[in-house]
């Protein structure tokens, strides 16, 4: 009798619960990382004094570590079964947070972001394997919503307790906010979660292939972080350009002819499969790329406290916890292809809409667009997910969570970066232009500097300051709105990207079509 049987023994049939709370605890501690520094990152820049693009690393760094760490999930099952596996990672994961929240500068804290993604990327691969342990097949859709509630629970509430923190006592409270969590699914790890379930010795991991990747991310993504800085055609960048594309391509040959390969490439023969991951990269990209530059825009553009920058994403989540289960269960009965489909469209709609967003834009408008662009990822998540691994063999298929949430994830990591890259970019170009046009001849700016002077001149200022500081004041809204438009352009690009999805969904659903013909 397998551990798995001796479990449902125990507890009876309620056991798949009881260990789907297990690892639901163990992802929200996780989650809750993933997007709520992003709220603090404007007070991270001030603190630190650094540039958008530096902080950025404080996200990237994150989801870089969990995209490389995400494939071990499936050896480190085997290897120590799921119980050590959890329990390591809630360990690591507890000495990131702690570091990130003890950090004198950004260095320490992008290498605490490194450490909580690793654990991370283990964590969130687990999950799904145990769901597929417990839940039969045709219960997987379902089970998938509901696990998914607590993936959504965690940035529904941990951006606003994440904003109350950090305007009462420091940004620093918002790394200790997982942490009651993480003790907590060590706990239910080691009463609900199975051991070891493999006889023999520990299966050779492919150490060479996660070094590689590990190489090709942080050379690839410090390559697009610095190439605005030092030119996108100097030697450095151009460099690093070749190295991370010949790094990529070593990978990939490496895992072809590996014979304990890390990412399995037989996945890849199946075309429904790479259909499916085309999608989540494209969806990691749009998904954390917007969950990155919302926070940062309102507290930014619109001055936002991070108090209300986390309230503002909160009813977006409660939809979500809304749409996860009902969605979950459309799952299983409509096919996967038609619920992403469906599910892209909307939240492309809602980046369409954010692309008007400005520094007049109404709290309560920008409320209503992000709940659109979740109820809209509220489809996508579980018909992904089930729809990805319902097409591979069982013996595939920790492979294919492993593989799935990767690619996801990888998505996320350039997303982020190419994003913040992007808008910076966009802020310089919109500066220049609109600078240019910003002399004696144009009558709307020598009014308004005659207007600003005015009330300075009402306000008690010198005669002789009047003209400057009426200029200065000229600067700031030039490059408030140099800022905005650049922000608009990424929300468009966001846009963009989804619309974009709808190609390779279209491909999965004709695999899956012929694949059941046949």
């Given at each position: 009798?397998?551990?798995?049987?001796?479990?449902?023994?125990?507890?009876?049939?309620?056991?798949?619960?009881?260990?789907?709370?297990?690892?639901?605890?163990?992802?929200?501690?996780?989650?809750?990382?993933?997007?709520?520094?992003?709220?603090?990152?404007?007070?991270?820049?001030?603190?630190?004094?650094?540039?958008?693009?530096?902080?950025?690393?404080?996200?990237?760094?994150?989801?870089?570590?969990?995209?490389?760490?995400?494939?071990?999930?499936?050896?480190?099952?085997?290897?120590?079964?799921?119980?050590?596996?959890?329990?390591?990672?809630?360990?690591?994961?507890?000495?990131?947070?702690?570091?990130?929240?003890?950090?004198?500068?950004?260095?320490?804290?992008?290498?605490?972001?490194?450490?909580?993604?690793?654990?991370?990327?283990?964590?969130?691969?687990?999950?799904?394997?145990?769901?597929?342990?417990?839940?039969?097949?045709?219960?997987?859709?379902?089970?998938?919503?509901?696990?998914?509630?607590?993936?959504?629970?965690?940035?529904?509430?941990?951006?606003?307790?994440?904003?109350?923190?950090?305007?009462?006592?420091?940004?620093?409270?918002?790394?200790?906010?997982?942490?009651?969590?993480?003790?907590?699914?060590?706990?239910?790890?080691?009463?609900?979660?199975?051991?070891?379930?493999?006889?023999?010795?520990?299966?050779?991991?492919?150490?060479?292939?996660?070094?590689?990747?590990?190489?090709?991310?942080?050379?690839?993504?410090?390559?697009?972080?610095?190439?605005?800085?030092?030119?996108?055609?100097?030697?450095?960048?151009?460099?690093?350009?070749?190295?991370?594309?010949?790094?990529?391509?070593?990978?990939?040959?490496?895992?072809?002819?590996?014979?304990?390969?890390?990412?399995?490439?037989?996945?890849?023969?199946?075309?429904?499969?790479?259909?499916?991951?085309?999608?989540?990269?494209?969806?990691?990209?749009?998904?954390?790329?917007?969950?990155?530059?919302?926070?940062?825009?309102?507290?930014?553009?619109?001055?936002?406290?991070?108090?209300?920058?986390?309230?503002?994403?909160?009813?977006?989540?409660?939809?979500?916890?809304?749409?996860?289960?009902?969605?979950?269960?459309?799952?299983?009965?409509?096919?996967?292809?038609?619920?992403?489909?469906?599910?892209?469209?909307?939240?492309?709609?809602?980046?369409?809409?954010?692309?008007?967003?400005?520094?007049?834009?109404?709290?309560?408008?920008?409320?209503?667009?992000?709940?659109?662009?979740?109820?809209?990822?509220?489809?996508?998540?579980?018909?992904?997910?089930?729809?990805?691994?319902?097409?591979?063999?069982?013996?595939?298929?920790?492979?294919?969570?492993?593989?799935?949430n990767f690619v996801r994830q990888l998505g996320g990591a350039f997303?982020?970066?190419?994003l913040t890259v992007f808008i910076e970019r966009r802020t310089m170009?919109?500066?220049?232009?609109?600078?240019?046009?910003?002399?004696?001849?144009?009558?709307?700016?020598?009014?308004?500097?005659?207007?600003?002077?005015?009330?300075?001149?009402?306000?008690?200022?010198?005669?002789?300051?009047?003209?400057?500081?009426?200029?200065?004041?000229?600067?700031?809204?030039?490059?408030?709105?140099?800022?905005?438009?650049?922000?608009?352009?990424?929300?468009?690009?966001?846009?963009?990207?989804f619309v974009l999805a709808l190609l390779p969904t279209w491909f999965?659903?004709?695999?899956?079509?012929?694949?059941?013909?046949?």
């Amino acid at each position: 009798m397998s551990q798995i049987d001796g479990y449902f023994e125990r507890y009876g049939p309620a056991y798949k619960w009881f260990a789907t709370g297990a690892i639901m605890v163990a992802t929200i501690s996780v989650v809750l990382s993933t997007t709520i520094v992003n709220v603090a990152i404007p007070a991270v820049m001030g603190a630190f004094g650094i540039s958008a693009v530096q902080a950025q690393w404080i996200s990237t760094g994150f989801l870089a570590a969990m995209t490389a760490t995400m494939l071990l999930a499936d050896w480190t099952d085997r290897a120590f079964g799921m119980r050590l596996t959890m329990n390591a990672a809630m360990v690591v994961f507890l000495a990131g947070s702690v570091i990130g929240g003890l950090a004198p500068n950004e260095s320490v804290l992008t290498f605490a972001r490194v450490v909580q993604g690793a654990a991370a990327g283990v964590v969130q691969p687990l999950g799904m394997i145990m769901l597929f342990k417990v839940f039969p097949p045709d219960r997987r859709g379902a089970a998938m919503g509901i696990y998914g509630v607590g993936v959504v629970l965690a940035p529904a509430l941990g951006p606003w307790i994440g904003g109350v923190l950090m305007d009462a006592f420091d940004w620093r409270f918002v790394f200790y906010l997982g942490l009651p969590f993480a003790g907590i699914a060590i706990i239910l790890s080691n009463i609900f979660l199975p051991g070891r379930e493999e006889e023999g010795p520990i299966p050779r991991f492919d150490f060479v292939g996660f070094a590689i990747l590990a190489f090709f991310l942080a050379i690839l993504l410090s390559t697009l972080s610095n190439a605005q800085r030092l030119g996108w055609d100097s030697n450095a960048i151009l460099l690093g350009f070749v190295v991370s594309a010949v790094s990529g391509v070593a990978f990939v040959l490496w895992e072809l002819y590996s014979d304990k390969p890390m990412l399995d490439m037989r996945l890849y023969a199946n075309f429904a499969f790479v259909s499916a991951s085309v999608v989540a990269f494209i969806m990691g990209a749009g998904l954390f790329g917007s969950t990155y530059l919302l926070p940062v825009f309102v507290q930014q553009i619109q001055g936002m406290t991070p108090t209300q920058a986390g309230l503002l994403l909160m009813p977006s989540g409660f939809v979500m916890l809304l749409v996860f289960p009902i969605a979950g269960r459309l799952s299983d009965k409509v096919p996967a292809a038609i619920l992403i489909g469906v599910g892209m469209a909307i939240f492309a709609w809602s980046s369409w809409l954010m692309a008007g967003a400005d520094v007049n834009t109404a709290f309560w408008t920008l409320a209503w667009w992000t709940v659109i662009s979740r109820i809209g990822l509220g489809l996508v998540f579980p018909a992904l997910s089930a729809g990805a691994l319902q097409v591979l063999p069982r013996h595939l298929i920790g492979q294919g969570s492993g593989a799935s949430n990767f690619v996801r994830q990888l998505g996320g990591a350039f997303g982020v970066n190419l994003l913040t890259v992007f808008i910076e970019r966009r802020t310089m170009m919109h500066a220049d232009a609109f600078t240019a046009t910003q002399t004696s001849d144009n009558s709307t700016t020598m009014e308004l500097l005659r207007q600003v002077a005015g009330l300075m001149r009402v306000s008690g200022l010198p005669e002789t300051e009047l003209m400057p500081s009426a200029v200065t004041f000229l600067g700031k809204v030039v490059e408030i709105q140099s800022s905005n438009a650049a922000f608009q352009d990424g929300f468009m690009i966001v846009f963009a990207i989804f619309v974009l999805a709808l190609l390779p969904t279209w491909f999965m659903w004709r695999a899956r079509a012929r694949a059941a013909a046949a």
